[in-house]
């Protein structure tokens, strides 16, 4: 989300049905909010004069500058949680790392950031709970490709996991480990996985997050 903005039709304000004026894959501007869209030199530099955090949904079409606001952090505050009913499960994924240096890998101070404001949902919502996730990566294929992408991946997968181990409020969704044996078969590219993987996915989820968090 710091590059390519996330965009919004439709916000809880406006109420329910949901209504827009588009069809899903057809909207374009105006848009009723819009949250990231920083990138470079614009995106340091809102990093190194972030103030502490206090989201706000931006006006339609304008963008904050003042200061610089987690982008998912805000998206959690301000629109997520603001819907009805309110969701049970937020699984958050891990950022896509970039090239095979991982140049876009999240710093490990704006995912604690994250970690943070999860906990503040959670310990807020004890009469409607709620449940945050942490989804891992997943390795890529065991070619040659993937074997390198994996030396490079494994350390900052280990670091995020080990972050989200000491926040007990969170659940883990280690996929990462989930898919330590999976051959090339499993996969369709380098870092794609068939329709037989992705279903051994969702049934992971469903028994090893969903019902275990029925006794948080």
Known sequence: MDEIPFRGHWHPELGYPIRVSCA????????????????????????????PLSPAMPAPGVRPTASYVEPLVALLDNVI??????????????PWPGDINGATWMSMARFAELLAAGNRIMSRSSGN??????KTDTQPAPC????LSRK??????????E???????WGLFD????TAAFGNDCY?????????ARTHFNSLLLRDVFKKSKSF
């Open 24 to 51: 899903p894959g057809e909207c374009g501007p105006p848009y009723h909010w819009q949250l990231g869209g920083q990138s470079g030199e614009q995106l340091d530099a809102l990093l190194k004069r972030a103030a």
């Open 81 to 94: 949680m603001q819907l009805q009913p309110r969701p049970t499960h937020i699984v958050i994924g891990a």
């Open 129 to 134: 709970a709620i449940r945050f996730v942490w």
């Open 144 to 147: 040659s490709l993937g074997a």
């Open 152 to 161: 490079v991946m494994e350390p900052h997968v280990a670091q995020y996991r």
């Open 163 to 169: 972050l989200v181990q000491r926040n007990p409020l």
């Open 175 to 178: 996929l990462w480990n989930a």
């Open 188 to 196: 369709e590219d380098t870092i794609h996985f068939n329709e037989i």
